[in-house]
């Protein structure tokens, strides 16, 4: 459920999933001034919860992987998206998994620096369930079962990696983390039996593997750490990687995850219809994402509003917030529209958060 954190309530009526494309000059030595100017825009619109946009990684997922031991990566990991290549690094074990200070820390203190009693800084970062299917994709699964013959102890592995993590992160002050998961909607479609081979001929099997992983890492947690789970089907250059409804995870998920937010991805047919909802255990809050990154038009405004009455048949409003369905940017490449198209979008978020919420 929602949380009141340093006296922000918590997730916003009007949110965002937190990456924000990619200025120009963005480099080394701009990265603070631009995350500064980035912060400012977002109080300005109305937003009490700010991100750094991203700005110091280049993939929304692989960069954060690096950080942990017993890792390394190298070019040739494109993955195929709806009409274009991804233009990713492959990532893969040198080793056993091994804790270490993570980069993202001091990352996170970049834009924590710009916090203040209005605002609270979330950090968003890959979920633990990315880092397992990411082992066992196909190109690296013989390589992770020579390091990891038995799958539970890399999932215990992970468990503790992220478990570390989340201790950096909370003695740095975070108070609000997000982790981003495109498993869920890589589990579902028409091709998942084909992507999971390797782990069992029964998807429930691997959503068990999916569940167990997300929620051992988020055992021992403290009590007043926010922690939320975005559930994409993929956000490359205004392109997606798989569609499916939440049918078929909703009893893992939305039922048994340990989260206490879901960031939902609703912005077209390709996920399905409102009825997975009523499976959303009564502990959580569900963000809905009915309003596009992936193209510049502006959505209806009425039409929204339309759509999360509808939602609200499985689900209460009290436990309902509004925004975009990902980031502008989940990878440096940036989707195709332009900042102030982007900045447009979160505009209509709040005047359609501010109209159904009062």
Same mark, same amino acid.
Not at 258 to 266: C, M, Q, R
């Given at each position: 459920m929602s949380k009141v954190i340093k006296g922000i309530q918590v997730p916003q009526r009007a949110d965002f999933v937190g990456s924000f494309l990619r200025p120009a000059n963005l480099s080394g030595n701009t990265r603070d001034e631009l995350v500064r100017e980035l912060t400012n825009k977002q109080k300005q619109l109305g937003y009490h919860v700010i991100t750094d946009g991203e700005f110091n990684r280049t993939f929304w997922h692989l960069d954060f992987f690096w950080g942990f031991g017993g890792v390394t990566h190298e070019e040739g990991g494109d993955v195929t998206f709806n009409g274009e290549t991804a233009r990713l690094d492959r990532v893969f074990l040198t080793g056993k998994l091994f804790a270490q200070p993570h980069p993202f820390i001091s990352d996170f203190r970049r834009v924590q620096q710009f916090e203040d009693?209005?605002?609270?800084?979330?950090?968003?970062?890959? =979920? /633990?369930?990315?880092?397992?299917?990411?082992?066992?994709? +196909?190109?690296?699964? /013989?390589?992770?079962i020579a390091i990891y013959p038995d799958l539970q102890e890399l999932i215990r592995d992970i468990a503790v990696l992220y478990q570390d993590f989340i201790r950096q992160f909370y003695a740095a002050g975070g108070r609000f983390l997000q982790l981003d998961d495109c498993t869920w909607g890589a589990i579902v479609g028409e091709a998942a039996a084909q992507?999971?081979? !390797?782990? !069992?001929?029964?998807?429930?099997?691997?959503?068990?593997?999916?569940?167990?992983?997300?929620?051992?890492?988020?055992?021992?947690? +403290?009590?007043?750490?926010?922690?939320?789970? #975005?559930?994409? *089907?993929?956000?490359? #250059? !205004?392109?997606?990687?798989? =569609?499916?409804?939440? $049918?078929?995870?909703?009893?893992?998920?939305?039922? *048994?995850?340990?989260?206490?937010?879901?960031?939902?991805?609703? $912005?077209d047919e390709r996920s399905g219809g409102f009825e997975p909802l009523a499976k959303v255990s009564p502990d959580k809050h569900v963000v809905l994402g009915l309003i596009t990154t992936k193209r510049p038009e502006l959505e209806d405004k009425a039409a929204i509003i339309a *759509?999360?009455?509808?939602?609200?048949?499985?689900? +209460?409003? $009290?436990?309902?917030?509004?925004? /975009?369905?990902?980031?502008?940017?989940?990878?440096?490449?940036?989707?195709?529209?332009? /900042?102030?198209?982007?900045?447009?979008?979160?505009?209509?978020?709040?005047e359609i958060s501010d109209e159904v919420w009062k």
């Open positions: 009693d209005q605002t609270i800084a979330k950090l968003t970062i890959p =979920s /633990p369930a990315q880092f397992f299917q990411q082992l066992i994709m +196909p190109n690296n699964y /013989p390589g992770t992507r999971y081979a !390797s782990l !069992s001929s029964n998807l429930n099997d691997v959503k068990d593997l999916l569940l167990q992983v997300n929620n051992m890492a988020l055992e021992g947690r +403290p009590a007043d750490l926010l922690v939320a789970s #975005h559930i994409c *089907r993929g956000n490359y #250059h !205004s392109t997606w990687f798989n =569609s499916g409804a939440y $049918d078929s995870v909703a009893d893992w998920v939305f039922a *048994r995850e340990n989260v206490d937010v879901l960031y939902l991805e609703y $912005d *759509r999360i009455r509808q939602a609200t048949k499985y689900i +209460p409003l $009290d436990r309902l917030s509004l925004s /975009p369905q990902c980031g502008f940017a989940s990878c440096a490449i940036g989707n195709k529209l332009t /900042p102030d198209e982007q900045w447009a979008k979160l505009q209509l978020v709040k």
